[in-house]
C-alpha cells in the first residue's frame, strides 16, 4: 500500500517536473560521464574502518536508501548505482579513493564523503575535474565557498554559525557569565571554537575563563572536568564527541559541577549519550538540533517517523534505530534524490551544481518543523536552521523560534 | 592547593583504569616474552559478552563468571589455533599476527554490537567515597580489585609452582623444557590468564568510559606504558606505573603552562621513556645482563 | 623483587640475513625495472597515481627495512618520520616557494638530523622498550603537528594544500605520468645507494650489530655510531618517501601520519620480508592493496577480512616474500640441472 503511495507520489512529481523541463532538457537528454539512460553512478567516500568508524553507518543508510529509490523505480527511470569506499579517515587514502571513483569508476559526482581533513584533501582536485562534490559530511564553515570552489557544497548547519547561537543566547541571558570550555582537539573542535569567540565578540576574553581540549585517545577527561570546575565557570560548552559527551555529562553530576550546560549538536542525541549519562544527570542540558532525534519519544507517532520506521525494517533492518546517524544519512539522501530528479535529463554536472545551488524551501522527512533546505548561487549552505532544545525528563523539549545563524566561509 | 589534591585524587582513579590494563600486560610478557598488541581488543570483546549476557537476563556476578570463563577458553582457542603454528616464525612475524587479531576482533565488534556507546553497570555504585566527590565508590572498588588481583599474581607466581614453570617457560624455553616443563601449554595457560584478567580490567573500565568496540585503544597504550614504566616483569611494578601515569599525566596538563594541556599524552610518554633510558628495565623490573 | 639477576643468551629479533640473500639477480631486477618503466604508458592517470604511492610506500618500507632487516633495531614510528618529511616539503613549496624537486634533499637531511638526535636516547632501548618508545613518537607526532605554536607553518588541524608540479621543459605527458617517473628515478637511486651501503663497511658494521651486539663491540665495531647511524639513515630516507607522498597527494594534514600509518609500513616490512630490500615493493604493494581487496569482499567486516588475510599470508610465508623468493630461486635451479 505504502509503496504504491509512494510510487504514484514520484510519478505525480515527475508530471510536475514535465512542463518545467520540457522545453529544452526533454528534447535532448544530456548527459556527463557517469550518467546514462539508464543509470546515475554516484561515489561516496566513508571511513568504515579505522578509528572514525562508526560514522560507516551514514554510507551504509545512504545506500539501503538509494536501494530503496531504484526498487521504486530509481530516479526518472534510472537507477542510481551507489559505489561507496573506505578510506579510514586518513586523507592520502581519500585521495586516492576519490581518484579511484572519477578516473576509473567514472562517477557523475562524489556525494557526503565525510570527514573534514578528507574532504578537504580531495576538494583541490574535484574542483579541478569539475565534479561536484557534494553535501559533503562535514559541518566546518569553509564548505561555503561558491567563488573560490564551485563544485563544493556542504550540508549541514555548520559549527561556527551553532555555536554564535549558544554565544549570543549567553550574552541575553547571562551576560555576566563565567565560561568553561572543553572542545576536542581537531578540526572539529577548534570550529566551534571559533564560532563561539567570534560570537561572545569583545566579550569573549573576559567571560571565557577556561578552554581545555582533550586528544579523541584519551581513555577519560575526568582531568580535565575537575580543572574546568576549580576555574569557577558557570556555564560550560560541552564540544565533545557522544562517547566524551557522556562522560562529561556523567562526570559533572559525580564531582557535583552544577553549571549551564550547553552541549553541541554533534551528541544532542538521547539514545546515544543521555541515556548512557544517565537522564538525572542531564537534566536542563541546552542544545540545537535540526532533525528529529529517533529516540525521542515525542515523535512516535509522527508521520516522518514512521516512514522512517518502515524504511530501515525493508531495507536495513540490522540498523542502529538510536544512531543519529542514520537519520542524517536518510535525510541527506532525500535531500540528493531532489536534486536528481530536478535535473530532469539533464545529467551533466554543471546542471546538477546549478540545480543543488537552487533549492527553495524544501522540506525533507526527518527535519523538523521549520527547518527547510535552501540553497542559492551565492549560499551553498543547505542547512543553516537550529532549534534550541532543553532536556526534560527523557525527551528534548524545544524552546524559542527557528533560528539562523549562518556565518560565511 | 586543592586543585592539586583534586587532580592526584583523579589522577588515582584514572591510574587505577591503567593499572588494571597494566596487571593483564604483564601477564602476558611473563607467558610468551613479548607485548600482544590485540589484548585491548579482547577485553573489550570480552566486555561486551558480559554486556550481551546481561542483555539477555543474566545477573551480574554470572555474568561476570561466565565471562571470565569464556574469555580464558578463548585467550587459550586463539594461543592453540592462530600462534601456535607461529611458534617457529620470526617474532616481527608474530608480531603482525597481533595487528591482524586486532583488526578481527575490532570490525567483527563494531559489525555486531555498532559503535554507538553502551551504558555498563557497576556493581560498587558510582555515589561519592569516603565523602570525597573525586573518587566514586566503582573507581575505589576497581583500585581495591586491582589491588587485589596484584597480590593473587604475586602469589601465582612466586609460589605456585604452575606459576614458577610459566615464569621459566617464557624466559628459558630449552632449559624449561629439559626441566620437564611442557613449555608450549605454559604460554597457552599464560594467554588463557592474560584474557581472563583482560576481561576483568574491561569490565572495571567500561563503567568509566562506556562500552563500546574502540574503548581500549587509548587505554591500551597507557597500559602499556605504565607496565613499561613499571617494569614488564613485575606484577607490582605494573599496578605502581598505572597510578604514576594517571597521576603525572594530569599533573603535566594542569602545571605545565601553555603546551600541557595539549600535549599531556606526549609529555606522559616522554618522561617515561626517560625513565626508561636512566632504567632500561622500568622502575621495578630485574636488570637483564646479556651474554655473548 | 628477586635478588637474581637474570641472564640470557637471547636470539636475536631479527635473524641473520646473509647480505646477499638481501638483493635481487641481475636479471630479475632488470625485468622488474623494465616493469615499472613501461606499464604506467598504457595505464591510466589513476593507476599511474597508485603506482607512485606504491613507490613511496615502498621507499618509507625499505628505510624501516634498513634499521629492522639491517641494524636489528626495531621502529613502530616511521610515521613519525614520514610526517616530517611530507611537512618539510609542504612547507617549504608552499609557504617560501621553493621547487618542489629542491625540498625533497632539505627533507631529508632534516629526518637524518631527526632521526639521529631520536637514535641517541634509543641507544639505551632494545627490543620492547625501544618499540615503546618509538611507538610513543609514532602517537606524538600528530599531536605536535596540531600544535597551535606551529599553526602558521603548518596549518593546524586543517592541514596545508599542495600545488602538483607540472612536467618540466613542456615535455607532453600528465603530472601524474612525470610525478611517476620523477618518483621511479629517485627510488632506483635509493635502493641502489642502499644495496651499496649494506655492503659497506658500514652495511657490515649494521649487520654485525644485529647478528650480536656484545660480540660486534668486542670486534671494535662502534656500536653507538653506528645505531644511531642506522636511525638517521633510515629516517632520512622515510623524509623522502613521506616529502613525494605530499607532493603526489597533494595536501598534508595530521590526520594522514597516525600510528596506523607506522603500523601499516611495519605489516609492509614483515610481507616483504624481514631485511630482503626487494620485498619492501611486495609489501608495499600489500599495504595498499591489499584493504582495498579486503573492502571489496566486505564493507562492514573489512577489517576482520584484512585481518584473516595477513593471517593467510604469514600462515603460507611466514618469512614473507623473500621466502617466495628463496623457493622459485631453488625451484629455477633445479630445473637449469
Known sequence: MSVLNLRLGAFAAALALLPATSSGALAQKKYDTGASDTEIKIGNIMPYSGPASAYGVIGKTEEAYFRKINAEGGINGRKINFISYDDAYSPPKTVEQARKLVESDEVLLVFNSLGTPPNTAIQKYLNTKKVPQLFVATGATKWNDPKEFPWTMGWQPNYQSESAIYAKYILKNHPNAKVGILYQNDDYGKDYLKGFKDGLGAKAASMIVLEESYEVSQPTIDSHIVKLKSSGADVFFNITTPKFAAQAIKKNSEIGWKPLHFLNNVSASIGSVMKPAGFENGQDIISSQYFKDPTDAQWKNDAAMKAWNEFLDKYYPEANRADASVMYAYIVSQGLVHVLKSCGDDLTRANVMKQAASIKDLELSGLLPGVKVNTSATDFAPLSQLQLIRFKGENWERFGEILSGDVGG | ?292 | MSAVEEVTSEAPAVEAVPKRAMTLGYGTSLVVLGLLIIAPMFLKNFFVFQMTMLLIYALAVLALNILTGGSGQFSLGQSAFYAVGAYTSAILMEHMGVNYALTLPIAGIICFGFGFLFGQPALRLSGIYLALATFALAVAMPQLLKLGFFEHWTGGVQGLVVTKPDAPFGLPISQDRWLYYFTLVIAIGIYVASVNLLRSRSGRAFMAIRDNEIAASAMGVDVALYKTLAFGVSAGITGVAGGLGAIAVQFVAPDGYTITLAISLFLGMVVGGVGWLPGSIVGSAFIIFVPNIAEHISKGLSGAVFGVLLFLVIFLVPHGARQVAIVAQQLIGKLKK
Open chain 2, 1 to 292: 592547593m586543592e586543585l592539586f589534591i583534586n587532580q592526584v585524587l583523579a589522577g588515582i582513579a584514572t591510574g587505577a583504569i591503567y593499572a588494571c590494563m597494566a596487571l593483564a600486560v604483564v601477564m602476558i610478557y611473563q607467558a610468551i616474552d613479548h607485548l600482544n598488541f590485540a589484548q585491548g581488543e579482547m577485553a573489550m570483546f570480552s566486555t561486551f559478552i558480559a554486556w550481551q549476557l546481561m542483555q539477555w537476563g543474566v545477573p551480574y556476578w554470572w555474568a561476570f563468571l561466565l565471562t571470565l570463563a569464556f574469555s580464558f577458553a578463548g585467550g587459550i582457542a586463539i594461543e592453540r589455533m592462530l600462534f601456535k603454528p607461529l611458534a617457529k616464525a620470526p617474532i616481527l612475524t608474530n608480531v603482525a599476527g597481533f595487528i591482524a587479531l586486532f583488526a578481527i576482533v575490532n570490525s567483527v565488534a563494531g559489525l555486531t554490537w555498532d559503535f554507538t556507546i553502551k551504558q555498563f553497570p557497576t556493581p560498587f555504585g558510582s555515589s561519592p567515597f569516603l565523602g570525597s566527590q573525586l573518587i566514586s565508590t566503582h573507581q575505589a572498588g576497581m583500585i581495591g580489585v586491582t589491588v587485589g588481583l596484584l597480590i593473587l599474581l604475586y602469589l601465582f607466581f612466586q609460589f605456585t609452582r604452575i606459576g614458577l614453570a610459566m615464569r621459566a617457560a617464557a624466559s628459558l624455553p630449552e632449559s624449561a623444557r629439559l626441566v620437564g616443563i611442557n613449555t608450549s601449554w605454559m604460554i597457552a595457560l599464560g594467554w588463557g590468564m592474560a584474557s581472563a584478567i583482560g576481561a576483568i580490567a574491561g569490565i572495571l573500565i567500561a563503567p568509566v568510559v562506556f562500552l563500546e568496540p574502540n574503548m581500549m585503544g587509548g587505554v591500551l597504550i597507557y597500559g602499556f606504558a605504565a607496565a613499561v614504566l613499571g617494569g614488564l616483569t613485575s606484577p607490582l611494578g605494573a599496578v605502581v606505573g598505572g597510578f604514576l601515569v594517571g597521576v603525572f599525566e594530569n599533573l603535566a596538563g594542569t602545571y605545565i603552562p601553555g603546551v600541557g594541556n595539549e600535549l599531556k599524552l606526549p609529555i606522559a610518554l616522554a618522561l617515561i621513556i626517560t625513565v626508561l633510558v636512566l632504567k632500561p628495565a622500568g622502575l621495578f623490573g630485574r636488570p637483564i645482563v646479556k651474554r655473548v
